[in-house]
């Protein structure tokens, strides 16, 4: 099933862990709605860049976000978020700066160091932070480092 012209719904429930684990990681009609319209931010995102995006993580159950450690109130588990990556634009890095630069209307922009991550809302906050990794903890700071 298409949710836009380049984003198919079975990239964006797609999981490795899920596979690995046997979990399901169906969204329901509201979630597929809302999968909808994250992939529309996400064809503007592609238009921007000029070029192909992956999609390395849409939707996640309760149960597959749990198992990949995301936080308890992750939009992903919403359907309103995408970690992604655009090799043949540039690195993770360029790709949020690319964004922060548009005027791409997003919630939440994640420098994540080997991806990017992007949310959209109803009501976008328009926050940027970069994620640092310490002994297995994820701190968030503001900005793109």
Same mark, same amino acid.
């Given at each position: 099933?298409?949710?836009t012209?380049?984003f198919?719904? &079975?990239?964006?429930?797609?999981?490795?862990?899920?596979?690995?684990?046997? $979990?399901?990681?169906? *969204?329901?009609?509201?979630?597929? &709605?809302?999968? !909808?319209?994250?992939?529309?931010?996400? &064809?503007?995102?592609r238009? $921007?860049? %000029?070029? @192909?995006?992956?999609?390395?993580?849409? =939707? +996640?159950s309760? !149960?597959?976000?749990?198992?990949? %450690?995301?936080?308890?109130?992750?939009?992903?588990? !919403?359907?309103?978020?995408?970690? /992604?990556?655009? *090799?043949? /634009?540039?690195? @993770?890095?360029?790709?949020? +700066?690319?964004? $922060?630069?548009?005027?791409?209307?997003?919630?939440?922009?994640? =420098?994540?160091?080997?991806?990017?991550?992007? #949310?959209? #809302? &109803?009501? *976008? +906050?328009?926050?940027? $932070?970069?994620?640092?990794?310490?002994?297995?903890?994820?701190?968030?700071?503001?900005?793109?480092?």
């Amino acid at each position: 099933m298409n949710l836009t012209e380049h984003f198919a719904l &079975e990239e964006f429930i797609h999981s490795e862990i899920a596979a690995r684990r046997g $979990l399901d990681n169906t *969204p329901d009609a509201e979630t597929i &709605e809302r999968l !909808k319209a994250t992939a529309s931010g996400m &064809e503007d995102v592609r238009g $921007l860049l %000029g070029v @192909p995006v992956t999609v390395l993580s849409g =939707y +996640r159950s309760v !149960k597959v976000n749990s198992a990949v %450690g995301g936080s308890q109130s992750s939009q992903h588990m !919403k359907g309103e978020a995408c970690d /992604f990556i655009a *090799p043949s /634009f540039g690195t @993770p890095q360029e790709v949020c +700066r690319a964004i $922060l630069d548009s005027t791409i209307e997003f919630d939440q922009l994640i =420098y994540e160091g080997t991806w990017a991550h992007i #949310s959209f #809302s &109803e009501t *976008p +906050r328009h926050s940027v $932070l970069t994620a640092h990794f310490d002994n297995g903890k994820t701190i968030y700071r503001q900005g793109i480092a």
